[in-house]
Structure formats: structure tokens, C-alpha cells
């Protein structure tokens, strides 16, 4: 019998390449969606019959709007989380947000999902890289947390850089999905899923180039002419590819070792010399878009921050490299030029 599945968020760029995943293997996929107008694009993209169906959740942050959902499903993949790096109010764009929903899914699950195996958390390495500047060589584990970035926050308030404020909703939401796990004995396994920046073709719904999401927007920079200049090497560029993602929380779904685990998710470094260099050599039609200054050839060999053994070992994540991340991508989004 073949497995069944809820995601939430299956309209975001992750969310999708999940489904998609799982639809050829053969799994029934319940998605959620905001509106259910989101989520027909997919429906005439699976072309699944009824091995796909949507359900409007309109808020993640209101646990009663899973309740159906969460039922008659064996695994749950929690996509839905804001993703943007500026903000006005950090608790209220982002924070609170990232919590409440993750909470409001995984009190659902215990409540209502009876049947459900694993739940599986998308994270970030936001959740995991805390800066370390007595060491400029520090290569990121698992057993890493990011708590000073929620300290940054209460401090600044609503003065707080964007990114911070983003790094602090996924840390304290990861934080709060473990936490409840442990304080309410649930029956239910978790697994965490901690991408770096995530490239790869997208396959969601996307009207136009300003509705890109904020990682692939930044690849569509190179070929628009957007970007006037390469930036030098920065702490933390690290990538990885939206399917590897995807197949990272089916594999964290299904493999008994997996359980109770997070996994950061590294194909490795990058940098704008080396992408631009990419870009020039394999779509030489945009080389003409690519920014004149900047480029820097020690860039060209860009350092890996975070420790992907993890994933690799238990996972069996074989990551996909930069080159045909990166060409990919542009093919998905050229229609925007």
C-alpha cells in the first residue's frame, strides 16, 4: 500500500520539489496551501489525479486549521515558514510566525494524526551557525546552535538587522518543535532538516521575476543585469541544490536511524567570481549581464563552512555540484529575461 503524505507549504520552492519527489515514487501527497487558486499550478503540473490533493490552511499559526489535514497520513513534511530577509517588526514578520506555526503543526499531529510515523522539520543552517570570530577556519556541525542570534534580538528589537531576525525565527523554532516533542512524549518521531543556501530549478508557481523566491532571485541577479558588481567572498556561502533538499526529507522520513535527528545540508562553497564564471562559460547568452568589477580569482576556490558527513552517511546524500546547480537554475527562470 502506498505511503501517504502531508506538506505543508507544497506551493513554496522546497515544498513542491517534495511532492514531485514523492509523486514518483508513488506516495498520495496531501499538500496545504493558502489559497486553493495557489494550488492548482501544481495540479496541472502532477497531473497525479488523486494521488494529489490540496487543503486550504490560510494560517499556519491557528492549529484547529490542521486538524483534518494531519489525519490518515503516514509521514508529515512541515515546509511553511517566512522566508525574507527584511523586516519591520521582527517578532510579528517573522518570529512569531516560525514558531507558532511549527508549534501549531506539530500540537496537531499529537492531537489528531494518530497514524502519523515522522515528522520532518524544515530548519536552516540559521538554526546552526553562530558566529564564531576567534576562529575564522570553524566548520559547522550538528551539534551547533545559533542561540545569540534571538539574544541580538531582544536587545535591538525592532532595530534588529533582517537576516538576524530571520536566523532567530528558525532557530527558536526548531527549538520549540524539539522541545515539545520531549515535554509531551509524543508519539511521533522528528527529524530536522538544516539547508544553507538553497539553488536549483524552480518548479513552484512563479507569475514573475519579483516573485521569486529570495535564493533563486539572487542566481536571476547574474542574468538580468541586476548585479553591478561582484561581491568579495563572505562568510557562511555555502549552497546546496532543492533536490537534494527534497530527497534529504523523504530519506529523513522513511530511515529508521534518522530519527530524532537534524541534518545540515552542504554540496559546498560558493562565491560570485565562481558563479559568474559558471555563467560565462556554460550560458555564455548572459555574459554580457555579468557584472564587470569584482571578480576575483582566490574566489574562484570558495571555503565549505558546514560539516555535510552527517547527511551523507546517514542520508546517503550524494549532492549535486555548483556547475549544474547553478545552469539549472537559470533554464528554470529565463523566461523572465
Do not use: C
Amino acid at each position: 500500500m502506498s505511503q501517504r503524505a502531508l506538506i505543508t507549504g507544497v506551493t513554496s520552492y522546497i515544498g513542491a520539489h517534495i511532492a514531485q519527489q514523492l509523486l514518483e515514487k508513488g506516495w498520495y501527497v496531501r499538500g496545504t496551501v493558502r489559497t486553493q487558486a495557489k494550488g492548482q499550478w501544481l495540479h496541472d503540473t502532477f497531473k497525479a489525479g488523486d494521488r494529489f490533493e490540496t487543503v486550504e490552511v490560510k494560517d499556519v499559526q491557528k492549529k484547529e486549521l490542521f486538524t483534518e489535514a494531519v489525519k490518515g497520513v503516514d509521514y508529515v513534511f512541515h515546509v511553511a515558514s517566512p522566508f525574507f530577509l527584511t523586516s519591520t517588526d521582527p517578532y510579528e514578520d517573522l518570529i512569531n510566525p516560525a514558531i507558532n506555526g511549527t508549534l501549531s503543526l506539530v500540537s496537531a499531529v499529537h492531537e489528531h494524526g494518530q497514524g502519523v510515523k515522522r515528522v520532518v522539520v524544515t530548519s536552516s543552517v540559521a538554526a546552526v551557525a553562530q558566529p564564531h570570530p576567534e576562529d575564522p577556519n570553524y566548520v559547522y556541525t550538528e551539534a551547533d546552535w545559533n542561540d545569540a542570534a534571538m539574544q541580538i534580538v531582544e536587545k535591538e528589537g525592532k532595530n534588529v538587522n533582517g537576516g538576524l531576525a530571520y536566523m532567530a525565527s528558525k532557530n527558536e523554532a526548531e527549538r520549540a518543535a524539539w522541545r515539545f516533542v520531549e515535554q509531551n512524549k509524543a508519539k511521533f518521531e522528528l527529524a530536522v532538516i538544516n539547508p544553507v543556501l538553497v539553488f536549483g530549478p524552480a518548479i513552484h508557481h512563479v507569475a514573475k521575476a519579483e516573485d521569486l523566491n529570495t535564493s533563486v532571485a539572487f542566481l536571476y541577479m547574474f542574468i538580468s543585469g541586476a548585479k553591478t558588481t561582484l561581491n568579495p567572498q563572505a562568510p557562511f556561502n555555502n549552497y546546496v541544490d532543492v533536490r537534494d533538499v527534497a530527497h534529504a526529507h523523504i530519506q529523513a522520513a522513511v530511515l529508521p536511524e534518522a530519527a530524532g535527528e537534524r541534518f545540515i545540508l552542504s554540496a559546498g562553497g560558493f562565491s560570485d567570481t565562481l558563479i559568474a564564471s559558471i555563467i560565462k562559460k556554460r550560458l555564455p547568452q548572459y555574459a554580457d549581464k555579468l557584472p564587470k568589477e569584482g571578480w576575483n580569482e582566490k574566489d574562484l576556490k570558495p571555503k565549505t563552512e558546514a560539516d555535510n558527513s552527517k547527511s551523507r552517511k546517514v542520508l546517503g546524500i550524494d549532492y549535486i555540484p555548483l556547475e549544474k546547480s547553478v545552469v539549472d537554475t537559470i533554464e528554470s527562470i529565463k523566461q523572465f529575461i
